[in-house]
């Protein structure tokens, strides 16, 4: 679990996060969702130490992250995989060695070939067991965003941050990579953190969602809730996808709405 308290911040003298407090669960993929602009990446960045927030505190199970002794801050980092929004593979590294990178960096009591198996086992959950020999350049936007996760969780990692996974890829190849991500959260109990502004994704695996903006947190809840939130900039942000206003539809002649959808997606029948 990560615990955010009151975290501030600002840029020449410009308030982007103001007085954020939130939690964020263990074993759930966790939402930050809200339009461009709104400080879900600045929000991001300072939970992760990229940044260093004004003020305020950020917690990962009970240790204190803000403002502790550097040994603290890198142990848990050790223990933070990301996922980046344009994947962040190194062009001239084969697939398997992006996913080794990390292990090199951060796991040097590892033996080669401990890395080469575990290597395999990651490549192997995300599906590309035999894209190991291949260069970045020969795969598609799909497997980049595989390749980015075998490469995050590859250290055993205890959170995962994802920025933006879907970005630019089409409506079928989001799903599956929301569905990955989800069965990962699940399997290894990680804390899971995304930065979107997709209704598809909060539909797809929205179990906690926090709702930010203009730099502050308006609402947080589930995705059975937030049709239903008594938040104008909320209802305004979220029936802007034609999806999620077919759903309200179908909720408003109490046929099931959300709910019913929701346990579609959760079955495996996909949108």
């Given amino acids: 679990?990560?615990?955010?308290?009151?975290?501030?911040?600002?840029?020449?003298?410009?308030?982007?996060?103001k007085g954020i407090s939130c939690v964020f669960e263990t074993g759930k993929c966790?939402?930050?969702?809200?339009?461009?602009?709104?400080?879900?990446?600045?929000?991001l960045q300072c939970i992760v130490g990229l940044m260093k927030p004004d003020i305020g505190s950020i917690t990962f199970d009970g240790t204190v992250y803000t403002n502790s002794k550097i040994d603290i801050r890198q142990e848990i980092r050790r223990k933070i995989g990301m996922l980046f929004q344009g994947s962040a593979l190194f062009d001239s590294m084969t697939v398997a060695q992006n996913v080794e990178f990390p292990l090199q960096m951060l796991t040097p009591e590892m033996t080669p070939e401990e890395r080469r198996e575990r290597v395999e086992?990651?490549?192997?959950?995300?599906?590309?067991?035999?894209?190991?020999?291949?260069?970045?350049?020969?795969?598609?936007?799909?497997m980049k965003k595989r390749v980015g996760i075998a490469r995050a969780i590859a250290p055993h990692c205890t959170y995962l941050f994802c920025d933006e996974p879907n970005s630019g890829l089409d409506p079928a190849?989001?799903?599956?990579?929301?569905?990955?991500?989800?069965?990962?959260?699940?399997?290894?109990?990680i804390t899971t953190v995304i930065v979107t502004h997709d209704m598809n994704s909060v539909i797809e695996i929205g179990e906690h969602i926090i709702f930010l903006h203009q730099g502050k947190k308006l609402w947080d809840g589930t995705k059975e809730e937030v049709l239903n939130a008594e938040v104008p900039e909320l209802q305004e942000f979220i029936f802007s996808s034609a999806l999620v206003r077919a759903a309200k539809k179908v909720d408003d002649e109490s046929v099931g709405g959300l709910a019913a959808l929701t346990e579609s997606v959760d079955h495996g029948g996909g949108i």
Avoid: Q, W
């Avoid at 679990?1 to 996060?17: A, H, Q, R, W, Y």
């Fill in 173 to 189: 190849t989001s799903i599956k990579i929301d569905e990955l991500i989800r069965e990962i959260t699940h399997e290894y109990g």
């Fill in 121 to 142: 086992f990651c490549l192997k959950r995300v599906g590309l067991e035999k894209a190991g020999d291949k260069m970045p350049a020969e795969i598609s936007g799909g």
């Fill in 1 to 17: 679990m990560i615990e955010v308290s009151n975290i501030e911040k600002s840029f020449d003298g410009t308030p982007v996060l």
């Fill in 30 to 43: 966790n939402l930050l969702l809200g339009g461009s602009g709104t400080g879900k990446s600045v929000l």
